[in-house]
DNA sequence: CGGCAATATAACTGGTCGGTAATGTTGTTG
DNA sequence: CAACAACATTACCGACCAGTTATATTGCCG
């Protein structure tokens, strides 16, 4: 595994890695889309901040852009990055269960 | 979603978040258990910045120990790890496709 | 074109974190 | 117990980044 693959794993994990960006990435989930200054008042962000997370979600294809007249709406841009917050949320509700091999059964 | 919680899953998200501590992963998964030693020479990261590494990804249960002797052996602490690291990986791979909602032939 | 609303960008600052060097702790061996 | 090996911890420093304030850009409307 090259150095350069790990960066930009590791680069994205870390754009995951910010309860302010999970916020929105959650909030936006909620509703299908919303525009900056919905995200605003449905986060509690600041408008240059949100703006700021904004593009750097964006950037890593976390979230999707459409342009319509003076607003821009947001929404999540794939299935996969739900994914990956329901996997981080599963193992933390379990972080104790030793590895599951036969997920089968198990009482 | 409260806060707290977002901020617990941010924290992990954030720990999978650096080049180091992936590159312990993934030499990990490579081989069942290794010694601190032996991940010092295979990741060629110096030893108080592994070990400090190994305390991070410890106490969130992404690794585990086990002592023998002089020796302490780590390893990935279950599969879930793994999961999330090639799900991430396999968005990186893609990162350009739409949400494929319905997956199956889509020739 | 002038003004305004929505969004983006720039500049700055404090806090956080990764890397390293030095030291401490634990456990084995003779 | 003395000496040593494996691992952990501490203290420190430089780099990066989230948040804020101020300003710039974009696009609508009169």
């Known amino acids: 595994m090259p150095e350069a693959v790990l960066s930009r794993v590791a680069e994205h994990f870390r754009l995951l890695g910010e309860p302010a960006r999970l916020r929105i990435l959650n909030v936006l989930r909620g ?5 900056v200054t919905q995200l605003v008042e ?3 962000l600041g408008q240059a901040n ?26 999540i841009a794939d299935q996969q990055t739900i994914e990956l917050c329901d996997l981080m949320c599963a193992r933390l509700e379990r972080e104790r269960e030793p590895e599951p091999s036969a997920p089968a059964s198990q009482a």
């Open 42 to 44: 449905l986060t509690g």
């Open 31 to 35: 509703h299908r889309e919303l525009t």
């Open 50 to 75: 949100l703006s700021k997370h904004l593009q750097l979600l964006h950037a890593a294809a976390f979230v999707s852009r459409r342009r319509e007249g003076l607003y821009v709406w947001y929404a």
